[in-house]
């Protein structure tokens, strides 16, 4: 179908567009990119109204986890990928924390082939640094390359072997993939299920130290300085581990890093009712924390924004603050907590776009991200201002754990296009 997207506010950082212009899809790609009112009428194409609206490359989250093979009863391919479709995602990447474990061909072919017969976004695969997880012997990396994973990750279980790791950067140097690295010191954090802080000594909760990010941060940029490799940073959540990657990005080391929505929008303070669906790891941090994630996504030192979607059964949250699982939900709520950063003019609405877009397509090395001519037609439209409140009930996603459930929040999704088909509307 060819689909004609007029009167919207395109805006593509990998080209520098922001203004008003419409856009013409064409048999799966983009055709043209024109100011609004100098294109002549085609009337065998769909015509999308998006006045009021931005019309941006689709997003990419490079960290989610869909939990099949193995935890279906959580999230499947399928219910992810139309969990991502409604939150304006064309793109994701999904972590190896399966079972089996993504440490070999097979499965990374099968989890592959499981997204592309769905068809709504496109879903990558990340394979494990090691096998099974333990951080013993390294996967077979070579051939996880091949089979098609775009990075290497143990996420939830950092490779503690400084060993192992060393080895991984020289891999990640000769492929040419990056190391996503957990960065979580355990023997610190054994046992804990909140930010370590006065709130965990009122409230009679074990605490995670940010000194466990942050040891583990300087560890493996230390080694990417001797290796050479490419690494990382997942989910930072110490203002320290912030700075740690920005003296390491001025001395032209090649270390990224992404920032998940929770970790700029909630304090330790929302652990106070004991909602299991505001424990996640890294935690939620101090505002301190918070404070210098907002100056590293301004001066750039964060790179991408990325939701570490980790959907969880209702029987998994609903257990004793300790005993309750980590991890939200977060696809469907990225783009109006994203949205609160323009608000709060820590970013442009382009700056914002583009750490969505344009930055993790340039980081795992993807052509996407751009609504370029001759390009691949992934698009989202979104109006920025349209106010509602969060229904978890309502998530695509087969699980609901998410802390802005009742939340009031501004910026809908109102198209996500793939390969130049709908495959959501509001």
Known sequence: MKL??????VIDPANNIDG????????????SVTPSGKM???STA????????????????????????????????????????????????????????????????????????????????IGAITKGLKGETLSDMGDLKEAGVIAFSDDGRPVMNNQVMRRALEYSRMFDLPLIQHSEILDLTHGGCMNESRISTELGLKGMPTEAEDIMVYRDIALLEKTGGRLHVAHISS??????????????LAVTCEVAPHHFSLTDESVRGYDTNTKMSPPLRAQSDIDAIK???KDGTIDIIATD??????????????????????????LPLSLRLVDEKVLTLPQMVEKLTSRPAEIFKLDQGTLGVGKQADVVIFDPSEEYKVEAAKFKSKSKNSPFDGWPVKGRVSNTIYKGKITYTK
Do not use: W
């Open 4 to 9: 004609i997207i007029k009167n919207g506010r």
């Open 20 to 31: 008003d212009y419409d856009v013409v899809i064409d048999k799966g790609v983009i055709q």
């Open 40 to 42: 002549k009428e085609d």
């Open 46 to 125: 769909k015509i999308i109204d998006a006045k009021g609206c931005i019309v941006a490359p689709g997003f990419m989250d490079m960290h989610v986890h869909f939990r099949e093979p193995g935890f279906e009863y959580k999230e499947t391919i399928e219910s992810g990928c139309e969990s991502a479709a409604a939150g304006g995602f064309t793109t994701v990447a999904m972590m190896p924390n399966t079972n089996p474990v993504n440490d070999n061909r097979s499965v990374t072919e099968l989890m592959i082939s499981r997204a592309k017969a769905h068809g709504k976004v496109q879903a990558l695969a």
């Open 239 to 252: 203002g320290e581990s912030v700075e740690l990657v920005r003296r390491a990005k001025a001395k032209g």
């Open 295 to 297: 100056a590293g996504l």
């Open 309 to 334: 979607h980790a959907p969880h059964d209702l029987a998994d949250k609903q257990a004793d603050y300790h005993s309750a699982c980590f991890g939200i939900v977060g696809l469907e709520t990225a």
